[in-house]
């Protein structure tokens, strides 16, 4: 059996027989094997929550974020985008950031409350599936603004991810796990879920990846430093205040986005749609 056929190739359905022999370089796989790795981290992250050991659950997930910050830059920075990678970066998301938290949670504490935990958990992970599916169908609308470039449509999967494990975080303070109603963790995760498919714009931290002046290098490269130092240091206290701020910000990217969008319109000379009107246009469209 020739090698080919037992193992296909990187990017399987180009007949071109220049291609089908030309080598792939190592510079195309480094984006893939970080969004494996991250993957792992994900995995791993179920199994120290069944163990129980919600610490390392937590920093796996967390680690598997940061990861995913990363594989896209690095991938757009050594050119070496593919279909094949936004595929596998899709299915490690929903595993990574749909299903690990639900089950973290409800192993952590919401295992008690049966199938009403298990049932707010796999909405949770369908609605992590569904918000990634959404984004891959955006990437391709030629019809989106320039500054909506700015913003992601709900809440991305990984920033979800995080945050829905505030509850965790609180416990790791020394908050009582049941200080509040089991129903409240519920009605949260509800809302996290329910934002990710929502039209709720926020902020994408796109701006924060482009290029910066020179004076800011060195103070660019002490925060990265202290952030690090903080989240070894003080891991708990440093999330709890991200997710809080992180919440926090959601109204203010929503004021931000309707006034880009009112100046937008006025620019181009034409008037502010109703709501239902958006939707009559792109019925195709999951937004």
Request: aromatic share 10%; proline share 8%.
């Amino acid at each position: 059996m020739s090698m080919d056929r037992l193992f296909p190739p990187f990017e399987p359905g180009d007949e071109n027989p220049r291609k089908r022999f030309r080598k792939i370089p190592i510079r195309a796989l480094l984006p893939n094997m970080v969004t494996l790795l991250a993957l792992c981290l994900g995995l791993t992250a179920i199994r120290m929550a069944i163990e129980g050991r919600m610490d390392l659950a937590i920093a796996g997930i967390v680690l598997a974020a940061i990861l995913d910050g990363v594989d896209g830059r690095l991938a757009r920075y050594l050119q070496a985008q593919s279909r094949f990678g936004a595929e596998l970066d899709s299915l490690a998301d929903f595993m990574n950031f749909g299903c690990a938290p639900a089950l973290i949670l409800f192993f952590w504490g919401l295992g008690p409350l049966k199938t009403l935990g298990w049932v707010v958990m796999l909405v949770f992970a369908l609605c992590a599936a569904l918000r990634l599916a959404r984004f891959n169908v955006m990437l391709d609308d030629p019809n989106r603004p320039a500054f909506a470039g700015n913003f992601f449509v709900g809440m991305p999967a990984p920033a979800a991810a995080v945050v829905v494990l505030l509850p965790v975080y609180l416990e790791m303070l020394g908050v009582p796990r049941f200080s509040f109603s089991p129903v409240l963790y519920l009605i949260f995760a509800l809302a996290i879920a329910m934002i990710m498919v929502s039209k709720i714009p926020t902020w994408s931290g796109k701006k924060l990846s482009a290029r910066i002046p020179r004076e800011y290098v060195l103070p660019m490269l002490v925060l990265v430093v202290l952030g690090v130092a903080m989240l070894l240091s003080y891991p708990w206290e440093l999330l709890t205040v991200t997710v809080l701020g992180y919440l926090a910000t959601i109204p203010l990217a929503f004021m931000h986005y309707r006034r880009l969008e009112k100046a937008h319109v006025l620019s181009a000379g034409g008037f502010m749609p109703p709501a239902h009107a958006e939707e009559e246009q792109r019925p195709d469209r999951l937004n």
